[in-house]
């Protein structure tokens, strides 16, 4: 199946540095990612929808000025974390949209392997 | 009310029992419905994908979708430790803008 990755996989950082986290799909271009951010026994919840050329859609509740996306190329986006608190500690995932043409549109959607950032 | 509503459990279950996992939603605007499963500390990977209502058949899983009850479920037959994961639901409408995820319900299978 298609291969998503995400980089670093675990980051520890002091309380105000920013922190840049990479999500690369492998094998497929990818016009549409996805950043979610999943607390401790909690669902995914979706942060912003990236597409590649144009400036990300936040969800309500999220600052765009905090969580600063990316999508440069079709096969990269990045999410950097301006200025990291300790409430910013999570599990960040990404995910790619893949699109696929049977009997009528369809997508799958793939995740990468998260990103586990511990602000001190 | 939250567009989809899914048990956490954490559910237990002896090596070998057949585990039923249950999402309901409100927006009957989904079309595709997903399972994904989540090991600790991992992302998710997507186990099944169905669209519209009926079943579907993978090794020992079979998802299933009713959606005039607006209720789906993922069934594991013979289920082994290594099932031992969160599984999620998601489910989307046919624009794909945005999935709507479960919490999750945390499963253990024990030897």
């Known amino acids: 199946g298609a291969v998503v990755s995400q980089h670093p996989s675990r980051v520890i950082c002091k309380s105000g540095t920013s922190v840049k986290i990479e999500c690369r799909s492998l094998d497929f271009q990818a016009t549409t990612m996805f950043w979610y951010r999943q607390f401790p026994k909690k669902s995914l919840m979706l942060m912003a929808t990236s597409n590649e050329g144009s400036k990300a859609t936040y969800e309500q509740g999220v600052e765009k000025d905090k969580f600063l996306i990316n999508h440069a190329s079709l096969t990269l986006s990045t999410l950097t974390v301006t200025s990291a608190h300790p409430e910013d500690s999570s599990f960040y995932i990404c995910?790619?949209?893949?699109?696929?043409?049977?009997?009528?549109?369809?997508?799958?959607?793939?995740f990468g392997p998260g990103t586990r950032l511990t602000v001190l | 009310q939250k567009e989809v509503e899914q048990d956490p459990g954490p559910l237990s279950v002896p090596e070998g029992a057949i585990v039923s996992l249950n999402c309901t939603y409100s927006n009957s605007a989904f079309q595709y419905f997903m399972w994904y499963r989540q090991y600790s500390r991992k992302g998710p990977e997507l186990l099944m994908y169905?669209?519209?209502?009926g079943n579907k058949e993978d090794g020992r899983f079979t998802a299933q979708v009713d959606k005039s009850s607006k209720y789906i479920s993922l069934f594991i037959r013979d289920s082994q430790p290594s099932d031992s994961a969160t599984y999620l639901c998601a489910m989307t409408s046919y624009n794909f803008n945005k999935f709507y995820f479960g919490s999750g319900t945390k499963l253990n299978v024990k030897p």
């Open positions: 169905t669209y519209s209502s």
């Open positions: 995910s790619a949209n893949i699109e696929i043409r049977l009997a009528g549109n369809s997508n799958e959607q793939f």
